[in-house]
């Protein structure tokens, strides 16, 4: 299951065909189905009901929304649907746009945006530790594909269907960013609250692409695997806590004092630090960019204000935790469960995860140069038709 959702994941990513996208959805759906059950319980089989129901009902739209754009052009390869879309006859514009707003549903319901976000957190807070961190990328497939699809396809030279979900992408993003993280504050247990900081953080990604600028797509390519990495590393370090505390599991209540508390404790705010988005982390570089890409935008004012209070009310949420969880003990502070060798080995893909985000913030001037290149190239999308319908042409 852990290789086919890996193959459903790089298929989705790699392919230039609608029809294409679809199967590799279903690929990395079967696959997260599977991962989601794998161990069983009640809450489990409850939250994976709910999950395979709301993407069946997905996968239904995205497969009307490519059947009926095949059947007005006669093509799914993206760059030659690209094409024709620009050209669209009068009497197909209605189809053609409501095909395309089909597909933004789809695609935002994958990425758990508002208001399709309700599957997200039972279903993260009850899958296993490590197919929550697999999951930590899920969401952000949806992202990547309003992001390809409605850049190419759907984008400023797509003539009669023009900027066809611009009125709606950011101020859905923004609400997104602000009730994923109103969820994380009012959270009772830590899986929960990563789940929830899930859905926030594909409020500020695609904040960032709505930004529909070289700058702000940038920062959205440089936050996402920062945020990727960053709650895949909460969720392993939500099941290390929850383990310890026995019956409390991993609820935000006080509870008897943890073994190997200084250790846990430690990688916790160093997590808590880079979800947040403080510095000196590469979270604190994302929303920056983010920021500064949107100084002469319209709605400034508006995404100030969203980006501020969202990171004011995680800081509040995440040091609420760290508080009744490392300093509300009940009893005494609790002996290490296990020498420092093993405990580090235990840590390892935790450790590895935050090494990940040391790297992306002490590369972060290298990186951010290639994620430049990256938008410039997504936000003229005839550099990618040229390539893949003039064999031999150089874009």
Known sequence: MFQLQLFGLNGAFLTGDLFNLFVFFEILLLASYGLLLHGGGPWRVRAG??????????????????????GIFGALNMADLAQKVAV??????????ASGLLLFGVF?????????????????????????????????????CILRVYGLIFGASAGPVAGLIEPWLLPLALATLIVGLLGALASGGLRQQTAYLVVASVGSLLLAFGLNRVAGVAAGL????HTTFATAALFLLADAIARRRGESDDRLDPAAAIADAGVLGGLFFIIAVAVA?????????GKFLL???ALDH???????????????????????????LFFRALSPPAKASKPLPALLL?????????????GLTVAGGSIVEQTRAIAAQVLQPQLYINAVMHSGATP
């Open 49 to 70: 009901l709910h999950f395979v129901v709301v993407n069946l009902l997905g996968s239904t739209l995205f497969l009307f929304a490519v059947g009926t754009l095949y």
């Open 88 to 97: 669209a006859s009068p009497e197909n514009v209605p189809l053609a746009r």
């Open 108 to 144: 935002a319901l994958k990425a758990a945006l508002l208001p399709f976000y309700l599957w997200l957190p039972a279903t993260y807070a009850h899958a296993g530790a490590t197919v929550a961190a697999l999951f930590a990328i899920m969401t952000k497939v949806g992202a990547y």
């Open 222 to 225: 440089y936050y996402l695997p």
């Open 277 to 285: 988005g403080l510095p000196p982390l590469s979270g604190f570089l």
């Open 291 to 293: 920021l500064r890409a």
């Open 298 to 324: 319209p709605l400034l004012s508006w995404i100030m204000t969203a980006v501020l209070i969202a990171g004011l009310l995680g800081l509040i949420a995440l040091a609420r935790t760290g508080s009744l």
């Open 346 to 358: 235990e840590m390892a893909p935790i450790i590895g995860l935050l090494l990940l985000i040391l």
